[in-house]
């Protein structure tokens, strides 16, 4: 054999070894390496005591996923947060209610919020992934889509935990002398928000909020401009799963599954519009659909975000009242 041949093939073989590895290691063990993100941010009144709040996402459950239960069944212990924020695609199986159960009961009294992803209507199918390198899968109306799961027993479950339902609405709690507007949209990548919904629920609830928080499930523009416009504090997003699957130490994602930008596709960045900026959280998210078992430089997570107040120079805002 022509040396030429012999180190193609060789460097064939090695390559083949490398795509081992990495399958190994992306299925095998990264999406077992659940991972606590904590950021502080300083968007409360000057004066205001410190809230944590626990931002969960695209669980994806499966009934027999007892690693990602224990896991997150742990989070109220080491985190105590004083509020929840879910923004779906909690289910990844027609049982997977089961699994949800067993891993969010300790967080019950905790006030909270969530919104819907299609997953917690409708059980994941298999797909080619490589689809997802040529843009976001396409939405399904609203005529096409039948809902394959109980819904409203997940709903009923997160409910009796203390969270809200803010599908294309909003509502209000209060925590610590401090009042916490929560308002948003049902899925956006199956086109099921309602954002002027969402907004006028907002401005029903009238003035006096202390944060103003804006909850999709899928960031899409669209919705984080109108939250944005509608004078959201924070926006609080899921379902891109942080890519899933990245190039190590690159900044932005291979892919999202929306259409917002790469490079925001995981972790906290800030969103603009209209001459605006307010900080994003996008959640990696806690687990992957049971048709595609793999995490490659792109640990599953939870993001704890720690409110802090602004400065008295930053905000004309007094301190809340109690």
């Given at each position: ?41 300083e ?13 969960l996402?695209?669980a994806?459950?499966a ?10 069944a ?14 779906g ?11 949800v ?13 969530f919104v819907?992803g ?22 399904q ?19 009796g935990?203390g ?27 199956r ?9 006028e ?25 109108a939250?944005?416009?509608a ?23 291979l ?7 790469l490079?925001?596709?995981?972790g ?6 209209a ?5 994003l ?6 687990g ?10 792109c ?14 120079l ?5 301190p809340?009242?109690?």
């Open positions: 054999m022509r040396p030429a041949a012999q180190t193609a093939l060789s460097a064939l073989g090695a390559l083949g070894a490398v795509g081992v590895a990495a399958g190994i290691w992306g299925i095998g063990i990264e999406r077992y390496l659940f991972t606590l993100r904590q950021h502080e941010l968007v409360l009144p000057p004066g205001s005591p410190s809230l944590t709040v626990l931002h996402s695209d994806h459950m009934p027999w996923q007892h690693r990602k239960q224990r896991w997150i742990d989070i109220a212990d080491r985190v105590q947060p004083d509020l929840v924020v879910n923004t695609d909690n289910l990844g199986h027609p049982d997977g209610l089961r699994g159960r067993a891993a969010f009961a300790p967080l019950r009294g905790v006030p909270g919020f819907h299609s997953n917690d209507k409708v059980a994941p199918s298999a797909r080619n992934p490589i689809k997802y390198l040529f843009g976001p899968s396409g939405p109306s609203h005529e096409s889509f039948t809902p394959s799961l109980d819904t409203d027993a997940l709903d009923e479950y997160l409910t935990l969270e809200t339902l803010i599908d294309n609405t909003a509502a209000s709690v209060r925590v610590g002398g401090i009042r916490i507007d929560g308002f948003g949209v049902d899925d956006a990548h086109d099921f928000d309602d954002l002027g919904a969402a907004e629920a907002l401005r029903s609830l009238g003035d006096g909020a202390h944060v103003r928080l804006g909850v999709t499930h899928a960031p899409y523009r669209r919705v984080l401009d939250f944005t416009d004078g959201a504090d924070l926006l609080i997003g899921g379902h891109t799963h942080g890519g899933q699957v990245r190039i190590p130490f690159a900044k932005k994602a892919v999202s599954n929306c259409d917002i930008p490079e925001k596709a995981r906290l960045s800030s969103w603009t519009h001459g605006r900026t307010v900080p959280n996008v959640s990696a998210g806690l992957h659909s049971i048709y595609a078992p793999v995490r490659f430089a640990r599953p997570e939870a993001s704890v975000l720690i409110l802090r107040a602004r400065r008295a930053d905000s004309p805002d007094g809340p009242a109690g």
